[in-house]
């Protein structure tokens, strides 16, 4: 089980974002500075939830990024080129996401970005960032309509050619819970609730479909605030619809809160809910009403992996004071994809970047394939993972444990 720590505000200012400005530039199209040693910089940027409800996964995500740049350097990865890192806060709101690419297009250094967490957040800034050629991977996004267009049911079009992702989209992950719940937690009666965002509203559809393709029946449906923490007239309307589980799309802050005044309520049931709800902060949030409850989450669990060995090991050896938490190897390998973007962009260009490096980065990272901290790392026509692999997790003993990992078969 992953060991997390509890994040305190005070810790998340202590530890502070990396924020480097920009130092000169090739041209418009972004390019890198002189680094003072003679190598060229090449910024990473990062957009995430770095204070607020959301930040255990938001630092989480930095750190990891802040990681993936010092291998990177340590070990010369792009001979001539040291990477650094500028951390912006959009505190999980779309509109201050929006604000950060702009930010982060004027500074020319920048090269590559890696996030949001919240699809809503993508969402708002995929034109920006599009619209400069400069690249952006998300550890975290999972709705659907980020890379395969509003109509990705029926007609799948990608709608932005520089937005790739590292994490599986819930096209998948309802499906795979819904799955999970009927065959194999034998739940038949669902009371499904979600937040009214982008991400759970998105997720607790694909669940919804799956469930009643399965025979599932759907007892009852409610959409809830996401700024409140009182949520006990839907508690009382799942009691009396006589649900034998919840299936939430949401995020931690009200998940947690929601999962315990539906049992005090009286409704003794499992709460289910997707990525957004694996962290430990769930656990604290929702006490021992968590036990029992289930999350899924992309990838397998990274302590479990040959491969995130050395990951693990070089986190703890930095002394992050906040754990990597659900999106720290999906952070390090989207990170690492831009880093091996560059690297071609320069090995093609005789050892320098050339002046439309943005565009060239963008196009580099359609053919990116590297054996990464959560697996394969490769993208496919629309910038999704190749890799489709999900995890079953239920609250036990005070902390997350895996149930099973597999793919979704639909």
């Given amino acids: 089980m ?3 720590s509890l994040i305190a505000i005070t810790a998340a200012l202590a530890a502070g974002a990396l924020t480097l400005t920009a130092c000169g530039s090739r041209d418009d199209n972004g390019g890198g500075s002189d680094s003072g040693n003679g190598d060229t910089t090449v910024v990473i940027g990062v957009d ?3 204070t607020g409800d959301l930040s255990a996964l938001g630092l989480g995500i930095k750190n990891s990024v802040d990681l993936a740049t010092k291998i990177a350097n340590k070990e010369k990865h792009v001979e001539g080129v040291t990477f650094k890192v500028e951390a912006l806060d959009d505190q999980g709101q779309a509109s201050v996401g929006q604000q ?3 930010k982060l297009v004027a500074n ?3 090269l590559g970005v890696v996030g949001p967490l919240n699809s809503s957040v993508g969402e708002s800034m995929q034109k920006v960032f599009d619209s400069a050629k400069l690249v952006e991977v998300s550890p975290a996004n999972t709705n659907p309509a980020l890379t395969q267009g509003v109509n990705w049911q029926t007609e799948k079009v990608r709608p ?3 937005y790739f992702r590292t994490a599986t989209t819930d096209a998948i992950q309802g499906p795979f819970a819904a799955q999970h719940v009927f065959n194999e937690a034998k739940k038949t009666k669902v009371f499904v609730i979600d937040d009214k965002k982008t991400y759970g509203a998105g997720l607790a559809a694909t ?9 599932g029946q759907v007892v009852g449906t409610e959409h809830i605030n996401p700024e409140s923490k009182d949520f006990s007239a839907v508690a009382t309307k799942v009691k009396n619809s006589g649900a034998d589980v919840v299936y939430y799309g949401g995020e931690y802050p009200q998940a947690g809160p929601l999962s315990k005044q539906i049992k005090e309520a009286g409704a003794k049931i499992p709460l289910v809910g997707g990525d957004g709800i694996y962290s430990a902060d769930f656990i604290k949030l929702s006490g021992a009403a968590g036990t029992g409850d289930l999350a899924t989450s992309v990838g397998a669990p990274v302590e479990s992996l040959p491969s995130a060995k050395e990951f693990v090991a ?7 004071k906040e754990a990597y938490e659900a999106y720290g190897g999906y952070s390090y390998d989207s990170a690492w994809a831009i880093i091996e973007a560059v690297k071609k962009v320069v090995e093609d260009n005789d050892g320098k970047l050339p002046d439309d490096a943005r565009a060239k980065v963008v196009d580099a990272m359609q053919n990116v394939s590297f054996d990464g901290v959560t697996g394969k790392v490769s993208f ?3 910038g999704d993972a190749t890799n489709k692999q999900l995890t079953v997790y239920t609250v036990k003993g005070g902390d997350w444990a895996t149930v099973k990992s597999g793919t979704f078969t639909g």
């Fill in 48 to 50: 995430a939830p770095l």
């Fill in 314 to 320: 070089n986190y703890e050896a930095e002394g992050y």
């Fill in 380 to 382: 496919d026509e629309f």
């Fill in 207 to 215: 669940f919804t479909e799956e469930f009643k393709k399965l025979g």
């Fill in 100 to 102: 950060n690419a702009t």
């Fill in 2 to 4: 992953r060991q997390r």
């Fill in 160 to 162: 932005y050619k520089s």
């Fill in 108 to 110: 020319k250094d920048v």
